[in-house]
């Protein structure tokens, strides 16, 4: 499944990569030093996926902790559906 996660973030533009960045960590903007300088809400946070939930769920993230909560979805289609769909509908905390 993540490698479906990882072909997903391919495919798509910048723009979405820089929207899905903003969903998972709360900020479009990368740290000086890339990922490896992520921070969360208490010190350094890398960036990780997390297997949660059910195929009807839409994805999840905690920007405190720059995680992504992917359910189980039984094909890529359903992932990249499900996750553009979730980054792209969603305004409100954490927006820049």
């Known amino acids: 499944m993540f490698l479906s996660a990882d072909?997903?973030?391919i495919e798509v533009d910048n723009e979405v990569r820089l929207r899905l960045m903003q969903f998972v960590t709360g900020t479009c903007r990368l740290p000086l030093g890339g990922f490896a300088e992520l921070m969360g809400s208490n010190g350094p946070q890398k960036f990780c996926?997390?297997?949660v939930g059910k195929?009807?769920?839409l994805p999840r993230?905690?920007?405190c902790f720059n995680r992504l909560d992917l359910p189980p979805y039984k094909s890529y289609e359903q992932l990249k559906e499900k996750l553009?769909?979730?980054i792209e509908e969603t305004e409100g905390f954490g927006q820049e």
Request: charged share 20%; glycine share 0%.
């Open 55 to 57: 195929d009807t769920w």
């Open 84 to 86: 553009l769909f979730a």
């Open 61 to 63: 993230s905690h920007t």
């Open 49 to 51: 996926i997390e297997k």
């Open 7 to 9: 072909q997903c973030v």
